[in-house]
Structure formats: structure tokens, C-alpha cells
């Protein structure tokens, strides 16, 4: 005899289903990165500018990187990211008691030291100010 809750199942509630799409969220997080190096003004100019050899060199070593961390670590590298991201947009709308997490989420963020990777690489560009979220730490430890 079948259990009822298996003959009768509600549209949605499939668990399998809501599991295998969390587990996906980095690995989407991983391939918007990709996109979003490819063409970083995507919103103000589409698709019609190609990208640079940088912008190129960010979607292969920071999206890509991103996907393997995410893949090494069952996809909890997402969780400094969130946090940094997120406590960032705290920050800004005045929750400045939240800034040592924020601190923290920086210094764990594999796609920090991957976007330094990637921009080392052209010894003539540096990583612009605006993406430079690990400035502190290189000036604690003497780095340029």
C-alpha cells in the first residue's frame, strides 16, 4: 500500500527541486560575474561594445575562479560575498555598526584576491579604486 502524501503531491512541492536551485544559486552568482566582466556597461550600451583583453581576463580568472571556489567549497564561498555586498548596502544607508563584518567579508572573499590575480597580470593598469576592496590589508602588509 502507497503512503498518501506520495500519491498526492501539491504543484510545487517538490523538495528535490528546491534544493537542487539553492544549490545552484552560486554557480549562477558565478556565471552573472562572467557576464557582467564581459560587458561591464551592459546596461548603458548593450551588447554592441566589445569587450576588452581585461574585461576578458576578469570573466575568465574572477568568474571562473569564482565557479571553481564555488564548486571546491559546495558553494559557501558565496557567503563572504553576500556578506560583504550586502553589509556594504547597509553601510551606505547608515548602519555603521556593521562595518567589521564587513571588514571580515573582504579579507574572505576568494573573488578579492582573484581580481588582483587578474589585474596583475597588465603590470601597466592597477585595480581600480572602485573595485579595490582589499586596499587596507595591502597597506598593512606593505604592498604598494
Request: charged share 20%.
Amino acid at each position: 500500500m502507497q503512503n498518501s502524501a506520495d500519491v498526492v503531491r501539491m504543484a510545487g512541492s517538490n523538495p528535490g527541486l528546491k534544493k537542487r536551485f539553492v544549490q545552484s544559486l552560486p554557480f549562477l552568482g558565478d556565471l552573472a560575474n562572467v557576464v557582467a566582466y564581459l560587458y561591464p556597461d551592459m546596461f548603458n550600451s548593450g551588447f554592441s561594445k566589445p569587450p576588452t583583453e581585461q574585461d576578458v581576463r576578469n570573466a575568465v580568472i574572477i568568474g571562473g575562479g569564482g565557479a571553481a571556489a564555488s564548486l571546491l567549497t559546495s558553494g559557501l564561498d558565496a557567503i563572504p560575498a553576500i556578506a560583504q555586498h550586502g553589509g556594504q548596502v547597509l553601510s551606505d544607508l547608515g548602519f555603521d555598526d556593521i562595518d567589521p563584518l564587513v571588514e571580515a567579508a573582504k579579507a574572505l572573499n576568494v573573488e578579492n584576491y582573484l581580481r588582483e590575480y587578474a589585474y596583475s597580470m597588465n603590470p601597466d593598469q592597477d585595480v581600480p579604486d572602485d573595485e579595490d576592496y582589499l586596499r587596507d590589508y595591502k597597506k598593512l602588509f606593505g604592498i604598494n
